[in-house]
């Protein structure tokens, strides 16, 4: 049993839910389960009785809780001053994105912070938004850029643009391609039903354009095709150019107006809108002036 471990078992104890724990661990609920029994069987004991209504620990469980927290809290703030160690944290930023936005926003945003303050320093963390919102509430990420929604109340956001999800389609692709122009009005695409027989390319399930994106299918009560289950949106990109199937794209991939080989519709739904933002602990947001940083960005954009 390690740290993980303990922090797994003392998060369900807390929550008294698998489901919840799962979100405030940003896991999956099956990897959680199959990590408490995983522990269960290393250490030969039961450490929560479960039913339909509702999760019990038991004494064993318990016990690591009250005892092994202190452990997992001393261990998360040796990690923080260990990183600190020999570094000017004032000047020194560490800046969390996805590959997708590090892609296409990367310098923009490292100029705005310079605008600010020239001599700083940067260290950039790439993954998936959930885990960032993770690594900030824990203090080894300083700021994230990233789009809505923010699940943890701790945080503050500064927006940064407004993103609009476009519907994007093959310019070989002529049968799609003559159904959202027949679709479109002032206002977009208001109906994506008519797609049902084309294949989609979707990020996999879990991550945040997904979850809009079956938000607006079920809000039509469409089920599109999914054919494939990507990790990127560059990818969904690359497969949409080569007429794999339609997918769901945020309009900064589309910031140049690049449609030579996809064409790029806007949907009329409210549900296509999010925002932008930069996110951190409110300490680091007024160390690093966040609030013109994001000023700054706006102009950039």
Not at 65 to 91: F, W
Not at 209 to 214: D, E, G, K, S, Y
Not at 257 to 272: E, M, T
Request: glycine share 6%; with cysteine; aromatic share 8%.
């Amino acid at each position: 049993m390690d740290i993980k471990d303990i922090k797994y078992i003392s998060t369900i104890v807390e929550m008294a839910s698998f489901s919840k724990a799962s979100k405030k661990l940003y896991i999956s609920q099956p990897a959680l389960s199959q990590g408490i029994r995983r522990i269960e069987a290393e250490l030969g004991v039961t450490l929560f009785v479960r039913d339909r209504t509702k999760v019990v620990p038991t004494a064993a469980a318990l016990q690591i809780a009250k005892e092994g927290m202190p452990l997992v809290l001393k261990a998360e703030a040796l990690t923080q001053s260990i990183i600190n160690q020999g570094t000017d944290v004032a000047y020194h930023v560490r800046i969390g994105l996805s590959q997708f936005y590090g892609h296409h926003m990367l310098g923009k945003t490292l100029k705005s912070f310079q605008q600010i303050e020239p001599s700083w320093e940067f260290h950039v963390v790439e993954g998936e938004s959930h885990f960032l919102e993770q690594q900030i509430c824990d203090g080894l990420v300083d700021v994230g850029l990233f789009p809505t929604p923010i699940y943890s109340q701790d945080l503050e956001s500064y927006p940064v643009l407004d993103e609009q999800i476009l519907l994007a389609i093959s310019v070989e692709n002529k049968k799609a391609i003559d159904i959202a122009d027949s679709l479109m009005t002032g206002d977009g695409i208001r109906e994506i039903s008519p797609f049902g027989a084309f294949p989609f390319i979707l990020l996999r399930e879990g991550l945040k354009l997904r979850m809009l994106v079956n938000r607006l299918c079920q809000a039509e009560s469409f089920v599109p095709k999914a054919v494939i289950g990507s990790e990127t949106l560059d990818s969904c990109r690359s497969l949409v150019e080569d007429d794999y199937g339609i997918t769901f794209l945020p309009n900064t991939l589309n910031s140049k107006g690049d449609d030579d080989k996809v064409k790029f519709y806007p949907l009329a739904s409210k549900l296509c809108c999010r925002q932008l933002v930069l996110v951190a602990r409110s300490d680091r947001a007024k160390r690093f002036h966040l609030s013109e940083v994001a000023h700054i960005m706006q102009q950039f954009l």
